[in-house]
């Protein structure tokens, strides 16, 4: 991956917000209607419940606002709208289109797809976006996974999930957030995870649990040398909230404590575009990001797309 080339325009998260669907699934809920039961999931997963309910484009806006308001921003203050989704709410127009106008904003928008990664490939997008001149981004992850899931199959049923996270990114003259990058795809691995329009989620969850750990693990190392950073530098982790285990595997190959990494799936399940706003959102609100922190971003997803990017909170300067 290319580094950042010096003297680059930076940003740094001014503001962020989360919205989740209203109607609350529990592991019990699931286990009245399917062979599967509290125990093996929470045991395999690490998913107590998830949150289920609402649009692509009702969730966003939900998320924008509050992340607006947080900025303390005006609608019209915002210079582009990047919409990371994988369940667009219709083929066309764009989700980011219906989203632009619900909030107000009077500027350019379009979705990103890379699943599960698609937060931090749109987070990279907004970044270049501020490097050739906007001031002000607004990115949003969301996902609506509950639509085309196949609440009759047990391996998919308990995992998947609605929800939204949103961030404010404003250009920063002297110094940036973002240290470091990657962005990957393997189109060959296609087959082990996929929804053809109109279907549901398809999934071999021994082959993507397996290929998951090694792809988030290749993509954070190369990161963390990009930013000549260590593991020990790193104060929070911020990973594709899938399944636990695949997040206390990844951290062990990292050298990572486990402490140390943000989970929200326990309550919030797999949002895929959105499981990375959201648990990024859950540490920041519980105060376990203090400026000058190392925060490493890290996803993987259908594809399959990785992606990740290193932090320095509050920027270089
Ligand atoms: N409840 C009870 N038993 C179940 C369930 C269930 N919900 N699902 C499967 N089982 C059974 C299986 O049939 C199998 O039974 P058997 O031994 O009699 O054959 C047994 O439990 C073990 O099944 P495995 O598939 O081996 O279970 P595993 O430990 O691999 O866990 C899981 C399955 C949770 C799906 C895991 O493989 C995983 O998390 N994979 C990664 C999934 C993932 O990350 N997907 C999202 C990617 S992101 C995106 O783009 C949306």
């Known amino acids: 991956m290319p580094s950042i080339p010096a003297g680059v325009r930076g940003a740094i998260i001014t503001g962020w917000g989360t919205a989740l669907g209203e109607k609350v699934i529990t592991n019990d809920d699931l286990s009245k209607v399917l062979d599967t039961s509290d125990e093996w999931i929470v045991e395999r997963t690490g998913i107590r419940e998830r949150r289920v309910g609402g649009t692509t484009a009702g969730l966003s806006v939900e998320s924008g606002r509050k992340a607006l308001a947080m900025a303390g921003l005006e609608p019209g203050d915002i210079d582009a709208l990047v919409l990371a989704t994988t369940t667009p709410d219709r083929t066309v127009p764009a989700t980011s289109a219906t989203v632009q106008n619900a909030l107000g904003l009077r500027c350019g928008a379009f979705d990103v797809n890379a699943a599960c990664s698609g937060f931090v490939y749109a987070l990279v997008a907004a ?71 109109g279907g549901y989620m398809h999934m071999d969850g021994k082959e993507v649990f397996r290929r998951a750990v090694r792809i988030m693990v290749d993509s954070a190392q190369k ?76 996803g993987f997803g259908a594809g399959m797309t990785a992606a990740s990017a290193v932090l320095r909170w509050g920027g270089t300067a």
Not at 135 to 157: E, F, K, M, Q, S
Not at 261 to 284: E, F, H, K, M, R
Request: net charge negative.
């Open 127 to 197: 970044h270049g976006l501020i490097a050739l001149g906007m001031n002000r981004v607004l990115v949003i992850g969301t996902d609506t996974l509950a639509r085309i899931t196949d609440w009759d199959d047990r391996n998919t049923a308990v995992l998947f999930a609605d929800g939204s996270g949103a961030v404010v990114l404003e250009a920063q003259e002297a110094g940036t957030q973002l240290l470091a990058w990657d962005i990957d795809a393997d189109g060959s691995a296609e087959k082990y995870l996929y929804c053809d329009i």
């Open 223 to 298: 990161s963390m040398k990009a930013a000549g950073v260590t593991a020990d530098d790193i104060a929070l982790v911020v990973p594709h909230q899938a399944n636990v285990r695949i997040i206390s595997a990844a951290c062990e190959r990292l050298g990572v404590p486990m402490e140390r990494a943000a989970t929200v799936l326990q309550y919030a399940g797999n949002t895929s575009s959105a499981s990375i706003p959201l648990a990024l959102a859950d540490a920041l609100n519980h105060g376990r990001v203090k400026p000058g922190d190392h925060v490493l971003l890290v």
